[in-house]
């Protein structure tokens, strides 16, 4: 079941609803909503999506991924994104979120940081995950207790 998005803002961004997709147990994937970060004007400055539960296959990935346009970066909109997310997420009765990112990937590590993020680990990307095939061996693994 997927819920009304229309709430999603905070006072400089709001999150537009792009599309959302089914679970595909077969692939181990989770339903998952997808939208583009706007700010309040409409100008589109990113997109992000969230999984909605949790498996090996969201440990790995994420429950959450997000892009701030380059121009855009900076202003701490993932983090805010972040945040309006847990929201939604509290609707689907989950109790935390995982997000991950490249070790190497110093701006996503620390906006994970700043949204209140605890480092696990890092954590191996197995063999048979699509993130392995585009060379991705490593992940940091943060969690967010909602």
Same mark, same amino acid.
């Given at each position: 079941?997927?819920?009304?998005?229309?709430?999603?803002?905070?006072?400089?961004?709001?999150?537009?609803?792009?599309?959302?997709?089914? &679970? %595909?147990?077969?692939?181990?994937?989770?339903?998952?909503?997808?939208?583009?970060?706007?700010?309040?004007?409409?100008?589109?400055?990113?997109s992000?999506?969230?999984?909605?539960?949790?498996?090996?296959?969201?440990?790995?990935?994420?429950?959450?991924?997000?892009?701030?346009?380059?121009?855009?970066?900076?202003?701490?909109?993932? &983090?805010?994104?972040?945040?309006?997310?847990?929201?939604?997420?509290?609707?689907?009765d989950?109790?935390?979120?995982?997000?991950t990112?490249?070790?190497?990937?110093?701006?996503?590590?620390?906006?994970? %940081?700043?949204?209140?993020?605890?480092?696990?680990?890092?954590?191996?990307?197995?063999?048979?995950?699509?993130?392995?095939?585009?060379?991705?061996?490593?992940?940091?693994?943060?969690?967010?207790?909602?």
């Open positions: 079941m997927f819920y009304d998005c229309l709430d999603l803002k905070d006072n400089e961004i709001v999150l537009k609803l792009t599309k959302t997709t089914e &679970a %595909q147990p077969e692939k181990k994937w989770v339903p998952a909503y997808f939208f583009d970060i706007c700010l309040l004007d409409g100008t589109k400055i990113g992000c999506d969230i999984r909605i539960g949790h498996n090996e296959k969201t440990y790995i990935g994420g429950n959450v991924g997000y892009n701030i346009d380059e121009p855009f970066r900076g202003h701490r909109y993932a &983090a805010k994104t972040l945040k309006i997310l847990f929201e939604l997420a509290k609707k689907h989950m109790k935390y979120l995982i997000v990112c490249d070790p190497t990937n110093y701006a996503s590590s620390k906006t994970c %940081q700043i949204a209140g993020g605890v480092l696990l680990e890092t954590a191996k990307v197995p063999e048979d995950n699509e993130m392995y095939k585009d060379g991705l061996r490593e992940v940091l693994v943060y969690k967010f207790e909602l």
